[in-house]
């Protein structure tokens, strides 16, 4: 059990982020952590719904080639892929999920909300639980421009709000933003391949602050940097708490 917490507090660590969030991180050498995220098996049973969070056509080369490069280290349960569903109810893990009693049938995810491969948010979510960090490699279609040929600012707040989201969800279960504040230094082409980098840097109370990075595939464009606040609804669904009871 403490064994659980222990690990997981070490992955707070800001050494650990000492490399630039940017570029995509190289192996891990830290022992893999019990995989809290959703326990993918209970995301990828027989009768679960479509996961967009694999490759299609409209994937770049080189969104390709971080995808697979992340999937290798996915192998050792350093990172995991995070399904991702065009449902908001069904990305949350099974625990947290229970929290919601009724729920709407006519509703889509934001970023899942067009069904054409390419023409909108392209993404796919790594979670490194030891770190508490998720890096999202994201490729804005054409349909999220805004100034001409380049991803709309908006956009890119929705998905970096999802990325530390997905982080926050995973600290601390059932969460909202409170607050998310977002520099934007470079823009972004419609086309190109980001990394979003997130990580839990700290949690008070039911307060959990992040952070965040967006840079270009060779981690030298900064696109945009941004805190954000969490605030946990129900202390009951936290897969860490979940970890750390007997
Ligand atoms: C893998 C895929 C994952 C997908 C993830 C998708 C994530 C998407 C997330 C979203 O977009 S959520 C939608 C946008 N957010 C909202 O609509 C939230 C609207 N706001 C609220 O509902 C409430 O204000 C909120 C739940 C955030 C807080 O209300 P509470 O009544 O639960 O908390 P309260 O006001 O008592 O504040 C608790 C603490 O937080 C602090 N706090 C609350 N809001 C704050 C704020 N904005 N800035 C700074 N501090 C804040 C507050 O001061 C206090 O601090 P102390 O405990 O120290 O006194």
Known sequence: MLRGCVSLARGLRPGLRAAPHGAWPGPRLAAAPQPFWGHTAGFSQLGRPKDFALPNPSWSQDMMSLYNKFAEMAKDGTWKRIPSYDRSVDHLPERVRQAFKEVRQDTRFFLRNTDAEGIGFEYVMFLNPTEKRIVCLFQPGPY?????????????????????????????????TANLSINYRNPIPLGSVVLVDSKVDRIEGRKVFLSCEVRNVDGQTLHAEATALFIQLDTKTSQQQEACSP
């Open 144 to 176: 999220l421009e805004g100034v001409s040929g380049f991803a709309h600012g908006g956009s890119i707040a929705a998905i970096i709000d999802s990325t530390v989201g997905g982080c926050a969800i995973f600290a601390a279960g059932k969460v909202m």
